[in-house]
Nanobody
Framework: QVQLVESGGGLVQPGGSLRLSCAAS????????MGWYRQAPGKQRELVAA???????NYADSVKGRFTISRDNAKNTVYLQMNSLKPEDTAVYYC?????????????WGQGTQVTVSS
């Protein structure tokens, strides 16, 4: 099992910045990739950014150039640096860890942290 603990959400003005953190514990070495998803009211959960164990990253088009995902393997932590925040970024952000074992994908999720971008 993988346990994920998130922190860093909050209220920020448009154009501001936040950094989300997600600390993983448990079966850490079985994780193939980690990422951040978000879900706004009335919308589906969407992938924001992801990073593989090899360091490859990918981003949703809506956040490219503004958000950066990174990791600290020593701390078993993944970060999402969010700059130039827009009201459209308002959502609950969820940390995700993906494990692929014997062809089976297993996803673990954090509890979610609220990000609100408003004046």
């Amino acid at each position: 099992q993988v346990q994920l603990v998130e922190s860093g959400g909050g209220l920020v003005q448009p154009g501001g910045s936040l950094r989300l953190s997600c600390a993983a514990s448990g079966s850490i070495f079985s994780i193939n990739a980690m990422g951040w998803y978000r879900q706004a009211p009335g919308k589906q959960r969407e992938l924001v950014a992801a990073i593989t164990s090899g360091g490859s990253t990918n981003y949703a088009d809506s956040v490219k150039g503004r958000f950066t995902i990174s990791r600290d393997n020593a701390k078993n932590t993944v970060y999402l640096q969010m700059n130039s925040l827009k009201p459209e970024d308002t959502a609950v952000y969820y940390c995700n860890a993906e494990r692929v074992l014997y062809g089976i994908t297993i996803n673990s999720w954090g509890q979610g942290t609220q990000v609100t971008v408003s004046s």
